[in-house]
């Protein structure tokens, strides 16, 4: 990030006023030095803030307690037991100052030090992913990654705050223990010894928790990494018509992991539950205890009880459990990032380079593994020599271990550069704002062919010493391919050392030395003239065990010859609006994510009511609005009925009344039985209510991920295209993980229940002494006066923490998808300051909106210790007019009224910044969404009969107001006939594709055998249809898996189909065959290998319309012929729609479509084409030269 000078930045003390002075000096230790802005230090005086805080808790029912002893001994003419009674209410005032400041200081040290905890692990994270081995990464996936950046981590901000209560708590119990012996003696015990109970059911309780997280977490990660998978492959998903099944496999991962969720839920329903009830347990079976020893008691005395036990109330039941269960899942969290930190990671070599001499790549009998376990090396016995100014060309089949050896050369030699995919010039032309352009999330997605161009323009320029090349053409169409392998290969990359894996044969000639790989070993080793020599036919070297019976279509042709499509260099390029974004779909659009828009303004009611009828009905949630008012009023009456209580508790003591009268007995009587009810109500309430709002709030999550989630899938493809997965899943996962684990409905529940509470507290105030309404009314204005200045902020701020995590997580999944790259660049540490950068963004508003909640705490806890002081003096004042009980009463209410005033305006402050994060995930519920997957009418089961496919005037656009990509195509694809599509990049094959399968809905009409594809749902449309992309799409699970997705096949079925794809002997040659585990996204298979797994899966559907999109494209040349071969035999009967790049895939076909800036110039068969010297074909093919053009035009016979 751009350092800020102190000019730009001035020292705020400048114009702070006195509070803002003193509450910096509270929070950081010194005042600002004039003129500088200083570096916090890492010291943690919170945890001495928390010790003198919890004392002065203590302290303030030794001041209460002689204040109503004064109210007792009450005496007009003794005039120095009031002015001693006066230095008890200062001091009762001091400490309740004290505690106003102590409070808030150590929470907010807690937290910034969580807070910093939280960042450092977040940073360890990340290094650490940019430094997983190949291994490693088959033992994690970026869910999983995502999981521990988004939800573990944030475990240290919360075990920070409570993490001293596990021995403040008891310690404080101890010492009110003591306290309570002296005021009352044995009976005290009574009353502990339920809060001992209490304590050791947390402590086992706190086991469950890091059980049930130790499972949540792992069902999370499996729930996200599902998640993510579909996001990345939205394409295949839609045009597979897969969403509902992968709607239900999520939910059904999302029901095991919310079954989880709520036995945690309820725990911690419990927990609420017993902080709400347990002090006023300990007060009635304490006095219980007194009455059955038949001891006596004053009334101070039992005001010093209650106030004795409400100062446990927060940090033995509440801090403590909330502690024990902090502390457990941290521990869970710990083991899982811990667990994460110790996988394996790639060597960091330091190669010395020769100060002199000549510098070459040289291997020599070189064997190498990508896992340690394995027992078959993947490179065995390579040797090898490359020296400045040579090309080495390394070609082999599928799966021959050509990557792997670019790879590990890698790890050898530096300085390299090494790409899984990897310019012509005439690109940016092609961009909306040329080299300026914006591209990755939210900005202009770029296609595959631009991303290769860009990636071998950034390699040139860096002026390396050595280059690996990973089949950097194939993404590409021939023309191109042919510029960028003589214009940079050849002629840039002339004087460098350059290792080129490619299916490109054409191009061996100009290669200095060939080495071909097969099964990771070395088949031959030569010149292109060496090869010519020995009669070797490379095809032959290609050829596995099961393809021997298979003939070359041309026999005694030369087979080093390329069979691919090239595009004249001289052929004109029109411009981007109107050239056809074919591989590019949409590329040059720029957009801004909708859910990234600014929200301004208050959360509005319709957010609270979607959020809670989410999860009940109005008749539940009014049940348990009535059940909280019923909790609140028998917590109330509680302390009403205890005043009675103790007035005739102290007549007895001092002898007014006689125990032995009936009359005495019968009200004592009376009085604790009532007392009783009131107890076990109160306990029966608060757990129906503690329950029943965990149960509303996480079916809430629940029923608003299910629409989320469904809301998403239903979003057309564009959404995807424009929001690459950076931002598209880790900013669902961030609010998922959010609206799960954080249940933002728990604030509400609190402010509603603390709310209640305090107009009850306030109520019983006012009636007992009436004036205490004086200072109560302007006490209210002055809060809601401060909650309003505050919320004017931190609405915002808090928006602005939630877009400023998102960068994070996007970060986070830029790097795993490009760590090939980021490690050739040896760019590790400039990503990780960009990482940390995102961090102290997102740090800087959460910062500030834990600063300005502290803030608001420190004024109304100071506000509110003026309202103690005012109450405590003017009752000393008014000591003629008051009640002994009432006294008692509305002092030790007060002191609860202190925190509950500041705690009701907090939460409520709160609510607004938590469901602001409920209202980003309702507005993923307004996306736009992709027409209907069902209609009313359904086509026949056995359509299309056929396989007629006609288009009609079609014009179609990507979005609504995008320029036309295809324009008045007509074109009828006969049934049963086996059609080519070509073109240059950008002409509009593959949105001829888009268009039929109405991944945007065209304009014009398609037709399948007679139905009109926009008459009927998209499922019954994509479903009779199959497809194979250009892009791969695997899933983490196994072979079995990735092929029959759904379990819908034979075994026999998925071996037939792999055989049909040349990959049936590999398969075999695994350990466990099809129950091989695939990691994330297929990272351990070749590129080619998994366009071959896809293309197996899209024959298994057996439609009556197949369609081929560049979906060999990273197949060599001899298992590409091979597999249009069984392609042709297999679907014979069936239409059969083949977009390539290479002319040897469409050559065979019946029929070429040929297309030029959106529209179909030329719709002949192939010979007949090839006949016409000005059709585009016919140039075409001219431009690979005479050799090859005469091998075509042989086929096409």
């Known amino acids: 990030m751009r350092a800020v000078s102190p000019e730009e930045k001035p020292n705020p003390l400048q114009e702070a006023n006195i509070c803002s002075r003193l509450f910096y ?49 009450y005496d007009p003419a003794n005039s120095a037991a009031l002015h001693e ?133 792992a069902l999370t990660d499996d729930k996200i990494r599902t998640m993510s998978e579909v996001i990345t492959g939205i394409r295949t998903v839609k045009m597979n018509a897969w969403e509902k099944s992968f709607i239900d496999l999520i939910t059904r991962l999302r029901r095991e992991e919310i079954s989880k969720i709520l036995k945690s839920s309820f725990l911690r329903g419990m927990n609420l539950a017993s902080f709400f009830a347990v002090s006023k347990v300990m007060i009635f079976v304490t006095f219980i205890t007194n009455e059955l020893l038949d001891n006596q008691i004053t009334a101070s005395q039992v005001f010093v009880v209650v106030t004795l036990f409400e100062a446990l109330r927060f940090s033995s039941t509440l801090y403590f459990p909330m502690a024990i269960e902090k502390v457990s899942e941290a521990a869970v969290s710990i083991q899982r990032i811990k667990n994460f930190l110790l996988l394996d990671e790639i060597p960091q070599l330091n190669t010395q380079l020769p100060s002199c ?45 050509k990557v792997s050896c670019d790879a590990f050369c890698q790890l050898d030699v530096h300085p390299c550069f090494f790409f899984p995919f990897s310019v012509s010039m005439q690109d940016l032309k092609l961009l909306q704002d040329g080299d300026l352009t914006m591209t990755g999330d939210g900005e202009t997605p770029l296609s595959e062919g631009q991303k290769a161009r860009v990636s071998l323009a950034r390699a040139v320029y860096q002026d390396a010493d050595i280059y690996l090349l990973d089949d950097p053409l194939s993404a590409v169409d021939a023309g191109v391919s042919r510029h960028l392998f003589q214009q940079c290969i050849r002629r840039a990359l002339q004087e460098k050392i350059t290792i080129l894996v490619t299916h490109q044969l054409q191009y061996l000639k100009d290669a200095n030395q ?165 107890t076990v109500s109160t306990v029966l309430f608060g757990i129906t209510r503690s329950l029943l709002i ?110 400023t995590r998102s960068p994070v997580f996007s970060q986070l999944a830029s790097s795993l998808q490009g760590l090939w790259t980021i490690r050739a660049y040896r760019a590790e540490q400039k990503f990780q300051e ?136 007509y074109a009828y694809i006969h049934p049963g006939r086996k059609f080519g599509i070509v073109g240059r990049t950008g ?51 196994t072979m079995r898996k990735n092929l029959d997705p759904f379990n819908e096949h034979t075994d026999n079925e998925l071996w037939n189909a792999l055989e049909e794809v040349q990959l049936k002997e590999s398969i075999e040659g695994l350990p466990a065959k099809m129950n091989t585990e695939l990691s994330e996204s297929g990272l351990n298979w070749s590129v080619g290998q998994k366009q071959l797994v896809c293309l197996a899966r899209t024959i298994l559907r057996k439609s009556q319309i197949l369609i081929l999109d560049k979906a060999t494209s990273y197949v060599d040349p001899r298992t590409d012929e091979l597999i249009q071969k069984k392609i042709h035999k297999r679907f014979a009967q069936c239409t059969v729609l083949t977009v390539a790049h290479r002319l040897s895939t469409i050559i065979d076909c019946e029929l070429i479509l040929v297309f030029d800036s959106g529209k179909r110039e030329e719709y002949y068969p192939p010979y007949d084409l090839l006949q016409d010297r000005n059709s585009l074909f016919y140039k075409m093919v001219q431009q690979l030269g005479e050799t090859e053009a005469a091998v075509l035009a042989k086929r096409a016979k």
């Open 694 to 803: 965990f149960y509303i709030l996480v079916n809430s999550s629940r029923t608003l991920h299910n629409k989320m989630l469904e809301t998403i899938l239903r979003a057309p493809v564009l959404l995807f295209n424009r929001n690459p997965i950076g931002k598209s899943d880790t900013k669902f996962f961030s609010e998922y993980v959010l609206l799960t684990h954080k249940v933002p409905g728990l604030p509400l529940f609190s402010l509603f229940q603390t709310f209640l509470l305090l107009v009850g507290v306030v109520g019983v105030m006012v009636a007992a002494i009436p004036w205490t309404a004086i200072p109560v009314i302007p006490l209210g204005i002055i809060f809601f006066f401060l909650r309003w200045y505050f919320l004017e902020t931190s609405r915002d701020v808090k928006r602005l923490e939630c877009t």
């Open 987 to 1037: 002409a509009g094959k593959s949105s001829l594709i888009a268009a039929l399968f109405r991944l945007s809905d065209p304009e014009g009409d398609i037709y399948i055998d007679d139905i009109l594809t926009t008459s009927i749902g998209l499922h019954d449309l994509r479903k009779k249809m199959s497809v194979a992309l250009q892009e791969p799409v695997l899933f983490t699970g």
């Open 357 to 401: 001499g000549e510098m070459m790549v040289d291997m020599q009998d070189f064997t190498a593994f990508w896992n340690k376990e394995s027992e078959t090396p993947t490179l065995q016995s390579l040797s090898f020599t490359v020296r400045p100014g040579e090309l080495l060309a390394v070609v082999g089949p599928v799966g021959a271990g």
């Open 85 to 217: 009674a006066y230095g008890y209410a200062a001091g009762l005032s001091a400490c309740v100052l004290l505690w106003a400041v102590l409070h808030q200081l150590c929470f907010y040290h807690m937290q910034r030090e969580g807070m910093r905890l939280r960042v450092a692990v977040c940073h360890m994270i990340y290094r650490k992913s940019l430094r997983l081995s190949s291994s490693a990464m088959g033992k994690t996936t970026t869910g999983q990654i995502v999981n521990l950046l988004s939800n573990d981590v944030n475990r240290f901000d919360q075990v920070t705050m409570f993490l001293h209560y596990l021995w403040v708590g008891p310690l404080q119990a101890i010492a009110v223990t003591a306290l309570l012996w002296m005021e009352i003696g044995i009976s005290c015990l009574a009353g502990m010894a339920v809060l001992v109970i209490l304590l050791l059911l947390q402590s086992c309780v706190g086991n469950l928790f890091s059980s049930l997280r130790s499972k949540t977490a």
């Open 514 to 678: 060939i080495l071909i790989l097969k099964d990771g070993k070395m088949v031959a080793r030569g010149t292109y003239s060496e090869f010519l020599k020995s009669e070797v036919d490379i095809f032959s070297l290609f050829e596995k065990g099961n393809e021997q019976s298979e003939p070359s279509s041309v026999p005694g042709t030369p087979t080093l010859i390329s069979e691919s499509l090239v595009q004249s260099l001289q052929y004109p390029r029109s411009s981007v609006k109107d050239a056809a974004p074919e591989d590019q779909d949409t590329e040059n659009i720029q957009v801004v994510l909708p859910l990234e828009d600014h929200l301004e303004g208050k959360v509005g009611f319709k957010t609270y009511k979607n959020y809670f009828t989410a999860g009940a009905d109005w008749s539940v949630i009014i049940f348990l609005i009535l059940v909280n008012i019923a909790a609140q009023v028998a917590y109330v009456l509680q302390d009403w009925w205890l005043a009675f209580w103790a007035n005739v508790q102290n007549d007895l003591y001092f002898g007014r009344y006689v125990k032995e009268d009936e009359d005495v007995v019968f009200t004592l009587n009376w009085y604790l039985g009532v007392y009783s009810g009131l």
């Open 834 to 969: 960009v990482f940390d950068a995102h961090q102290d963004l997102h740090s800087e508003a959460w910062f500030l909106l834990l600063t300005t909640s502290r803030w608001l705490a420190v004024y109304l806890d100071v506000i509110c210790a003026i309202f103690v002081t005012v109450v405590a003096f003017g009752s000393l004042n008014l000591v003629q007019s008051l009640d002994l009980g009432q006294v008692g009463l509305v002092l030790s209410l007060t002191l609860t009224l202190m925190g509950m005033f500041q705690w009701c305006v907090r939460q409520s402050a709160e609510v607004e910044n938590m469901m602001i994060s409920v209202e980003r995930v309702i507005e993923y519920t307004d996306l736009e969404k992709e027409a209907s997957w069902e209609l009313e009418y359904r086509p026949p089961p056995s359509w299309p009969n056929e396989g007629l496919i006609s288009f009609i005037n079609v014009n179609f656009r990507h979005k609504s107001d995008g320029p036309l990509v295809l324009k008045n195509v």
């Open 25 to 73: 000096w509270t929070t950081h230790g010194l005042p600002i030095p004039d003129g500088a802005v200083t570096n916090h230090s890492t010291g943690t005086p919170g945890s001495t803030g928390g010790k003198r805080q919890d004392g002065t808790k203590v302290v303030l029912p030794i001041f209460l307690g002689k204040i109503i002893s004064y109210f007792e001994n």
